[in-house]
C-alpha cells in the first residue's frame, strides 16, 4: 500500500524488452526501499524490484513489467529520460498523508484542459465511463501516483486544484492537453461498489 504523497522524482536510464519489459530507474530512494522484492509505487503503477545498485553515487533499481501492465498504464509510453513520480511502500507506524492507495492502475485519465488559478493549475481530466462512476467531488484520486482531492465532477470530466509545491516536486507538472496519466480509484469507492453488486472494471 502507498499514500500518494510522492518522495522522488526518478528518471528511465534503460528500457529492455525481452520477454517482459525491464526498466532501469535512477532515484534518490534509500538503499532501505530498494531491497529485492520491495514494491516502489512508479507513476502510480505498484512495481517490484528485482536489482538495485549505485553508480557513481546515484542510486537505481530495476523493475519488470508485463504487456498487461503496459498495455493498461502510461509504461509503454515511457523512454529513457522519462521522469517519473516515486514513492517507496508505506510502512506500519507511517504518516497516512494522502489517502490509501494499492498501486493497481484502474486505467487512463486524459487531462483535457490546464489553466493557472492564482499560484496553483486548475486540471480538467477525462475518464471512461466505467470509471466515472468511481469518482466524487471532495473525494481522493490518484493520477500518476499522487493523492489528489476532487474538486467537481461533471459526466466523465472531474477537476483537480495542483498547488505550487505538487507541481515542483512531481511530474503533474509536465502534463500538457491530450496526455494520459494513470489513474486509480479510491479504494473505499471500490469496496462500496462490490458490496452493491457493481465492480470496477
Same mark, same amino acid.
Given at each position: 500500500?502507498?499514500?500518494?504523497?510522492?518522495?522522488?522524482?526518478?528518471?528511465?536510464?534503460?528500457?529492455?524488452?525481452?520477454?517482459?519489459?525491464?526498466?532501469?530507474?535512477?532515484?534518490?530512494?534509500?538503499?532501505?526501499?530498494?531491497?529485492?522484492?520491495?514494491?516502489?509505487?512508479?507513476?502510480?503503477?505498484?512495481?517490484?524490484?528485482?536489482?538495485?545498485?549505485?553508480?557513481?553515487?546515484?542510486?537505481?533499481?530495476?523493475?519488470?513489467?508485463?504487456?498487461?501492465? !503496459?498495455?493498461?498504464?502510461?509504461?509503454?509510453?515511457?523512454?529513457?529520460?522519462?521522469?517519473?513520480?516515486?514513492?517507496?511502500?508505506?510502512?506500519?507506524?507511517?504518516?497516512?498523508?494522502?489517502? !490509501?492507495?494499492?498501486?493497481?492502475?484502474?486505467?487512463?485519465?486524459?487531462?483535457?484542459?490546464?489553466?493557472?488559478?492564482?499560484?496553483?493549475?486548475?486540471?480538467?481530466?477525462?475518464?471512461?465511463?466505467?470509471?466515472?462512476?468511481?469518482?466524487?467531488?471532495?473525494?481522493?484520486?490518484?493520477?500518476?501516483?499522487?493523492?489528489?482531492?476532487?474538486?467537481?465532477?461533471?459526466?466523465?470530466?472531474?477537476?483537480?486544484?495542483?498547488?505550487?509545491?505538487?507541481?515542483?516536486?512531481?511530474?503533474?507538472?509536465?502534463?500538457?492537453?491530450?496526455?494520459?496519466?494513470?489513474?486509480?480509484?479510491?479504494?473505499?469507492?471500490?469496496?462500496?461498489?462490490?458490496? !452493491?453488486?457493481?465492480?470496477?472494471?
Amino acid at each position: 500500500m502507498f499514500t500518494g504523497i510522492t518522495v522522488d522524482r526518478g528518471r528511465i536510464a534503460a528500457v529492455e524488452a525481452r520477454g517482459d519489459t525491464y526498466l532501469t530507474i535512477e532515484t534518490r530512494l534509500a538503499a532501505a526501499d530498494l531491497a529485492e522484492g520491495a514494491s516502489v509505487a512508479c507513476s502510480g503503477c505498484c512495481l517490484t524490484v528485482i536489482e538495485a545498485g549505485s553508480t557513481e553515487g546515484l542510486g537505481w533499481f530495476r523493475a519488470s513489467a508485463s504487456a498487461e501492465t !503496459l498495455a493498461c498504464t502510461t509504461l509503454g509510453y515511457w523512454g529513457v529520460g522519462t521522469e517519473i513520480n516515486l514513492e517507496p511502500s508505506l510502512r506500519l507506524g507511517d504518516t497516512l498523508g494522502g489517502h !490509501l492507495v494499492s498501486g493497481h492502475v484502474d486505467g487512463l485519465a486524459i487531462l483535457r484542459e490546464a489553466a493557472p488559478d492564482g499560484d496553483s493549475m486548475r486540471m480538467l481530466f477525462e475518464v471512461p465511463d466505467a470509471l466515472a462512476r468511481f469518482v466524487a467531488a471532495k473525494g481522493s484520486v490518484a493520477l500518476d501516483g499522487v493523492s489528489l482531492t476532487v474538486n467537481h465532477v461533471d459526466g466523465r470530466l472531474f477537476g483537480v486544484n495542483i498547488i505550487p509545491h505538487t507541481l515542483a516536486v512531481t511530474t503533474l507538472g509536465q502534463v500538457k492537453p491530450g496526455d494520459p496519466v494513470n489513474f486509480e480509484i479510491d479504494t473505499i469507492a471500490r469496496y462500496v461498489a462490490r458490496l !452493491l453488486g457493481k465492480d470496477a472494471a
